[in-house]
Nanobody, 128 residues
């Protein structure tokens, strides 16, 4: 599985940005796609995840109500729509993928160590 993230850039606080993650390779219906972010000097943080089949979504507390994850199975692409951006959202954003059977999925998808496949990251900078 290969992942290619794009869409990062510079935006003012309160603005919006949409990230894309193009997925190639063999994706099984039990896969989930996640977005994580990492700011300088900080640990990688869970942002959102979505199951490939069924579109069940999960969000980190810091982005709930502002970010929306979605996927287009026909285009093999996962999106992260980011609204009401804050300076603290500044980070490199990574998309990730792996197989997550239903049992235990709700907590496993939030853990970076549970993902084997990662994209290269795209930088989001929010100015105040």
């Amino acid at each position: 599985v290969q992942l290619q993230a794009s869409g990062g850039g510079l935006v003012q606080a309160g603005g919006s940005l949409r990230l894309s993650c193009a997925v190639s390779g063999r994706i099984f219906s039990s896969y989930a796609m996640g977005w994580f972010r990492q700011a300088p000097g900080k640990e990688r943080e869970f942002v959102a995840a979505i199951t490939w089949s069924g579109g069940i979504t999960y969000y980190g507390d810091s982005v709930k109500g502002r970010f929306t994850i979605s996927r287009d199975n026909t285009q093999n692409t996962v999106y992260l729509e980011m609204n009401s951006l804050k300076p603290e959202d500044t980070a490199v954003y990574y998309c990730a993928a792996d197989n997550f059977p239903a049992y235990g999925r709700s907590w496993r998808v939030m853990k970076a160590v549970e993902y084997r496949y990662w994209g290269q990251g795209t930088l989001v900078t929010v100015s105040s």
